[in-house]
């Protein structure tokens, strides 16, 4: 029951019947870009369902989760070519440009190529809740933190390597919840850094919490290195 109400509040907070209708009446693109782009649709209502879970937010009436979350959600999706940085904004530019070239709007492009981030975005929405700050703000910082500390980069790693396997997939999925609480949490607590753009005073704050320097980046260094990541290795850097 819980997993249906989380699933029924993803697809209000995403869209996803909008979207897909959009997608469906796109006579410009091929019959597999279609697909292609519902397929990222699809893995953003399982991703944004185990945020509604992990959060227990679940639990709570679906009207007033999708009050809550509806509106913010849509606008960091539309913000998104501004938030995104380093690895993961050439993801996302390449999803985009893509989508645009094989037929799709260019905005609903923009909606699609932002699907796969959305799941991250909702954690950076409650840091903004909790916070009071303004949400584009709290949003870039949110996937700075992601970029140099390579969340994006490590999901994707234990995504593909828990593929075929369905208890693997279910540990991988708790270590990627565990991965953006994480990225909260330091957001929340980075958000104190101004100006935003003063590397200086992001590497400071690093080298203040030895738990991120003196052991995260160490490890995750070397897991890079050996190309060996899996569940064991992950539970290690969380």
Known sequence: ATILRAALMAL???????????LDATGTAKAEVRYAAMEELVAAVEGVV???VHERHAEAS????????????????????NLVRGGDKRAFTRRRKTFEREGIAPDLALQVASLDLMPAAAF?????????????????????????????????ALSAQAEGDDWRQVAVQGLIMDLRTLQMRITAD??????REDRGAWERYLAQRPALAGRYEPALARVKAEGDVNVASGSVLV
């Open 190 to 195: 980075a958000m104190r850094l101004e100006p």
């Open 50 to 52: 185990a945020w509604l």
């Open 62 to 81: 679906m009207l007033d989760v999708v009050a809550r979350f509806g509106d913010p959600l849509a606008k960091v999706r539309q913000a998104m070519p």
């Open 12 to 22: 209000d907070l995403l869209d996803a019947h909008g979207l897909f209708k959009r």
């Open 124 to 156: 950076a929405v409650r840091v903004a809740e909790a916070s009071k700050r303004e949400l584009v703000e709290v949003a870039q910082r949110f996937f700075e933190v992601g970029e140099r500390l390579s969340l994006t980069w490590l999901r994707d």
